[in-house]
Every structure is written in C-alpha cells, then in structure tokens.
T-cell receptor, first 109, second 112 residues
Framework: EDQVTQSPEALRLQEGESSSLNCSYT??????LFWYRQDPGKGPEFLFT???AGEEKEKERLKATLTKKESFLHITAPKPEDSATYLC??????????FGPGTRLSVLP | NAGVTQTPKFQVLKTGQSMTLQCAQD?????MYWYRQDPGMGLRLIYY???????DKGEVPNGYNVSRLNKREFSLRLESAAPSQTSVYFC???????????FGNGTRLTVT
C-alpha cells in the first residue's frame, strides 16, 4: 500500500533559524513528488514538483530535494510569513495522488 | 484570475439533510477531483473525473455522489448528511498526467 509520512508533525523556529522538513514515501514506480503550502482557511498552494532522485528545486528561501525514499524541504533563514502547513504528495502510474498529513511550521519573530 | 472556485465557503447541516457543493474551474483542465481534509489524516480522495462525462470513486466515496456537469464544473452531493461528514472539502484540478493539482479554497462543512 502506498504510504506517505511527514516529520516532524509540528516545528517551531526562530526567525533566521534554518531547518528541514521530511517526507518519506513507500511507493513503487514513483512518477512525481509534490510539495504544497497551506495557510489556515485556504486550499493547498503548489510549490514544487520533483520527478527523479537527485533532482532539486528552489524558490526564495525554500529548496526541495528528492532521493529514492524521501524528500526534504529545506528552509533557509525563515521569516514569520513562512509559517504554514507544508504538505507533500506522491503519484505513480495508474494511481491518484497520495498525500502526507503535513508539517505545521511556526516561525517566531 | 484563473483558478478553482468553490461554493459555499461555509455550511452547517443537520443530520439527514442534503446539499450540493459546487466547483468550477477556468483553467481548461480535463481532470477534476474532490478531497476531504480531516485533522491528522491528510487529504483523502472522494471522487474524481478524468474528463467530461466520466467519474470514478476514490478512497472514501461512501455517502457521496458527484456530477461532472461540463468541462468546467464538478459538483459533490451529500444525500443524507452524517456527523462523520463534518470536514473541509476541497476541489482540485490538474492539466495532465503527473502534473500538480491546483486547489480551490474549500468548503467548511459541519453536520450536527
């Protein structure tokens, strides 16, 4: 059965304190891994797609990386506006997206 | 702005009442999806439509029905609401195979 887990469940950082969020998956034949940001009361907002191990994508203070078993979302020098829940999802052939439960990130000023 | 629009934003129902959640997209995408989001459980797929005229069950379809009215619109109906259907419902769309989902801002449903 396809599974996606995320850790930690919640993370509190001081402004400027860099860290990483983890997304681990057990999916054979991965065709894509997706990162989303979700603000309270809003729908998930697409951040990155990673298609193969070794691939990296960057956007402002965020950098996503992918290995054969997990993905990391690195946050460099975060700001309070980076506070949100970060979701990852995977997809493989013939199946629909499978989402992880998310990591709630709080960045304190 | 291009995107996914859901109505209503909030709804409170009594057990046994029915309602339809509406979703419309102006992204010209073929595939549309309905998810529910519950604390600690992630997003779970209720139904999806790969193209106009087709619909398929997802992970948690019981108690729901859907209609793909045309390419733009995909509605979700609760025939007899139950407290277990209290959740946040998201509509999403995608433009092709293995491309990301784009979500609406959700309908927050409470069933008492």
């Amino acid at each position: 059965e396809d599974q996606v887990t995320q850790s930690p469940e919640a993370l509190r950082l001081q402004e400027g304190e860099s860290s990483s969020l983890n997304c681990s998956y057990t999916v054979s034949g991965l065709r894509g891994l997706f990162w989303y940001r979700q603000d309270p009361g809003k729908g998930p907002e697409f951040l990155f797609t990673l298609y193969s191990a070794g691939e990296e994508k960057e956007k402002e203070r965020l950098k996503a990386t992918l290995t054969k078993k997990e993905s990391f979302l690195h946050i460099t020098a975060p700001k309070p506006e980076d506070s949100a829940t970060y979701l990852c999802a995977v997809i493989r052939n013939g199946q629909n997206f499978v989402f992880g439960p998310g990591t709630r990130l709080s960045v304190l000023p | 702005n291009a995107g996914v629009t859901q109505t209503p934003k909030f709804q409170v129902l009594k057990t046994g009442q029915s309602m339809t959640l509406q979703c419309a997209q102006d992204m010209n995408h073929n595939s549309m999806y309905w998810y529910r989001q519950d604390p600690g459980m992630g997003l779970r797929l209720i139904y999806y439509s790969a193209s106009e005229g087709t619909t398929d069950k997802g992970e948690v379809p019981n108690g729901y029905n859907v209609s793909r009215l045309n390419k733009r619109e995909f509605s979700l109906r609760l025939e007899s609401a139950a407290p277990s259907q209290t959740s946040v419902y998201f509509c999403a769309t995608t433009g092709g195979l293995f491309t990301p989902l784009h979500f609406g801002n959700g309908t927050r449903l409470t069933v008492t």
